[in-house]
């Protein structure tokens, strides 16, 4: 089987979803399955007009295949190339997260962008998500046959066992880009009450995709004057992701929404205790004993269980132990990576 697996952009951004593609590319590569990645420039996903005629016309080009798998980042807003790509081979998009349910539109946008996505699923034969929830939130939205839609959870990378802080100062981690979805805001304002505790946060994420976002975070930190509490390292080297994960006592990320949520598993799978929302998929990544989930935007709630999980080591520890133990029920790239093949498969 050679698979085309086409994508927008540079797959190297530091983002979950090209991290996804990544993974699953290398893994089939190293397995020995046949695939060639393709990039389509332009500005995903809110193309010109030039460039999605541009991506149409590299489809020429492509290299011969037996199916080819498009990223939802591309398909999702460009249904054109999907309709021309669908006349030359087998299409399985690839969603990670519907583009019109991103935080932040206005409705007219999302509007459109739920349109372009319905209009451009009409030209794939199958559809693989990164959960399931992803899957029945795109059959409902869509209305998209659901047994043409199959999930393929994320594999999770292992580590070494968090041994959390050698001080008093318990060390809270939260990775995630900064936008407005993985609620940064909601966080700084949740820590803003608990001062006079004994912690620090280091956030680890790309800061590159909303500039604003971040700059009203910086501002807020000094107002609030916790310069010397939380620190934003941007996007870093995967040793220092890891370093960053073995040092850590809670892992905290208020996400408004989540398709799947890799780092919270990261962060299970080396045992650190987990602080979410119920939203998405967050739910179904992270086991009920091995953290605490509050709703979305819900500041005080947020603020409580953040005190309480500093102030409580034997819940701390509770936590830790139950999230050891359930790392083998998390998959590895490489049993993603074959089950993404043999829907591919099942698909020609």
């Known amino acids: 089987m050679q698979i085309l697996f086409v994508i927008p952009g540079d ?35 809110f193309p010109s007009h030039q460039e999605k005629e541009n ?23 460009a249904p054109e190339f999907l309709k021309h790509l669908s006349q030359k081979l087998p299409v399985t998009a690839l969603i990670h997260h519907p583009l019109c349910l991103e935080n932040g539109l206005d409705k007219e946008t999302a509007g459109h962008l739920k349109q372009t996505e319905k209009q451009g699923l009409k ?9 399931p929830q992803t899957s029945r939130t795109v059959a409902n939205l869509f209305n998209y046959n659901p047994s043409k839609i199959t999930s393929v959870l994320p594999g999770v990378e292992r580590g070494i066992i968090s ?11 939260c ?8 609620g940064h805001k909601d966080l700084l304002e949740a820590l803003s009450s608990l001062k006079h505790l004994n912690w620090k946060l280091d956030c680890i994420g790309s800061t590159q995709f909303d500039k604003s976002l971040y700059a009203n975070l910086q501002s807020r930190v000094t107002q609030e004057e916790l310069s010397q509490k939380i620190t934003f390292h941007g996007d870093v080297s995967e040793q220092a992701l890891e370093a960053a994960y073995s040092s850590a006592d809670i892992f905290v990320l208020p996400s408004l929404f989540e398709g799947y949520g890799m780092a919270y598993a990261e ?3 080396r045992g650190i205790p987990v602080i ?6 967050i739910p179904e990544t992270v086991p009920e004993n091995c953290g605490i989930l509050v709703e979305p935007s819900n500041i005080p709630a947020l ?29 590895t790239w490489e049993s993603s990576a074959d089950k993404f093949a043999g829907i591919l498969k099942e698909t020609i």
Not at 14 to 32: C, F, L, M, Q
Not at 175 to 181: P, Q
């Open 11 to 45: 797959i190297n951004l530091p983002t979950g979803g090209y991290r996804y593609d990544r993974k699953i590319i290398d893994a089939w590569r190293k397995s020995g399955i046949k695939v060639e990645l393709m990039s389509i420039e332009g500005n995903f996903p």
């Open 303 to 331: 603020s409580s269980v953040i005190e309480t999980m500093i102030t409580d080591k034997k819940l701390r520890n509770n936590y830790r132990n139950n999230a050891i133990a359930a790392e083998p029920n998390f998959p």
């Open 276 to 281: 979410g929302t119920i939203a998405g998929a």
């Open 55 to 77: 991506a149409i016309a590299k489809i020429n080009n492509f290299p011969k295949a037996d199916i080819a798998v498009v990223d939802g980042l591309l398909g999702g807003a």
């Open 175 to 182: 990775v995630g880009s900064i936008i407005e979805r993985k």
């Open 163 to 173: 041994n959390g802080s050698d001080s008093e100062t318990i060390n809270l981690l």
């Open 267 to 269: 962060a299970l799978v």
């Open 123 to 131: 030209h794939t034969n199958a559809i693989i998500t990164t959960s």
